[in-house]
């Protein structure tokens, strides 16, 4: 038997949905006190969905149920315990728009909530199969995939959620054939986990990675509602509408859901022009879709081939300024008289600063067609870097334009 313990901090923020929609349409889960945890069902998924897809025989070991065929059944040999929160979870409500050629769809407007970067969580596992070598493998493996960033928690982890690091890893063995290890195991507590867990990093890597160093050369806008109340008291923040998106740090923030929407949608430009046949559905397997027959879990899924992260530009490198403008009348060149004043408080850089933001793209290595998904991507990266792209809002007044990172 081996038990296992450390500290998950999330990287990025994460979403478990409850169930609920009380503060938004999608409320993440909390335990009686109101406090954010990360349930052990969760990490029982992704940790054996992880596991499998590195080549490892997890039935055995989590167990398995009757089917129509057979009436066999095994229980779980491993156990894994909630991970209640190690100090304050910060959470936010984050606003969602279904866009279509950059223009938002009538009915798909929604929110949900996210806890927030840099919250601990009390990570433990159990594991009691017959064979040693293979407890500590799985147990191995599971810390290399934490800290691979390979294994992912919760919703929308293929555009920059759910990320974790694992630090702090104690564990202890015991041999509950020996009469003194099973004194000790009827016993044990979480407080007897005093010997650091090394191990041995496995080679198997999932994905292949694009990445480029980038450098914001006008202004960002990521609108957010959800977030007015974070604006600076001063004497114009009554007229801000909207303002960029941001973390309870105050950084500023370019979601995965951004990066994928520009990338998905300049690649069907591509495709588009060399006339390939079959745009429709190389586009459904890379970045995965949901059919409308059926509704919620009966809905026909698949899930995304191609990761986005979740970018943070750092307060001290940016400047939040208020952008007002107004309607203008096409025929006569005169400003609307009535609800055409619109102020949006948007991120420029600082001139003294020169932050590289990184861009790392993700693509899984069982893609069929790998190869054309990395010639694409890459050619937004250079599109991207030679300011033919754009990102977030604002982008017909040029917003959301990047050039290639100088030191």
């Not at 007002?324 to 004043?341: E, I, K, N, P, Y």
Request: glycine fraction near 8%.
């Amino acid at each position: 038997m081996i038990a296992l313990r450390g500290v998950l901090t999330a990287k990025t923020p994460f979403m478990i949905g409850s169930g609920e929609s009380e503060g938004s349409d999608v409320d993440i889960l909390r335990n009686k006190s109101g406090e954010v945890f990360i349930p052990g069902t969760s990490l029982a998924g992704v940790c054996r969905d992880y596991l499998e897809d590195i080549g490892t025989e997890t039935k055995y070991v989590f167990g398995y149920g009757a089917t129509k065929e057979s009436s066999d059944e095994k229980e779980s040999s491993i156990i894994f315990y909630d991970a209640f929160s190690i100090g304050n979870v910060y959470t936010s409500v984050r606003d969602a728009v279904r866009l279509e050629r950059k223009v938002s769809k009538t009915g798909c407007k929604f929110d949900f909530e996210i806890a927030e970067s840099k919250s601990d969580f009390d990570f433990r596992m159990e594991i009691n199969y017959h064979d040693p070598d293979i407890e500590r493998k799985i147990c191995e493996d599971i810390v290399s995939g934490f800290k691979k960033e390979s294994i992912r928690i919760g919703a929308k982890t293929t555009r920059g959620f759910g990320l974790f690091d694992i630090d702090n890893v104690k564990h202890l063995y015991l041999n509950l054939n020996d009469k003194k290890d099973m004194e000790r195991y009827i016993n044990f507590t979480w407080e007897d986990l005093k010997e650091d867990f090394t191990f041995q990093d496995n080679e198997s890597e999932l994905y292949i990675s694009l990445e480029d160093k980038l450098a914001l050369d006008s202004f960002i806008f990521i609108r957010d509602y959800a977030t007015l109340d974070r604006v600076e008291p001063d004497t114009d923040s009554k007229f801000v509408d909207a303002k960029t998106l941001t973390n309870k740090h105050g950084d500023v923030v370019i979601p995965g859901t951004a990066w994928a929407g520009v990338f998905r949608h300049h690649i069907e430009r591509i495709l588009d022009k060399v006339k390939y046949r079959n745009k429709v559905e190389f586009l459904d397997a890379l970045f995965g879709y949901q059919t409308k027959d059926g509704d919620g879990k009966d809905a026909i899924k698949s899930k995304s081939k191609i990761f986005f992260p979740e970018i943070t530009i750092s307060k001290d490198n940016i400047t939040l300024l208020n952008r007002t403008r107004t309607a203008v009348d096409r025929f006569s060149g005169s400003a609307l008289q009535t609800g055409a004043l619109f102020t949006g408080r948007v991120a420029y850089k600082k001139e003294e600063s020169n932050t590289a933001i990184y861009l790392k793209v993700q693509i899984k290595k069982d893609f069929e067609e790998l190869e054309l998904a990395k010639s694409l991507v890459l050619g937004c990266f250079e599109d991207l870097k030679n300011g033919y792209l754009a990102t977030g809002g604002n982008t017909s007044i040029g917003a959301g334009i990047f050039t290639s990172w100088r030191e």
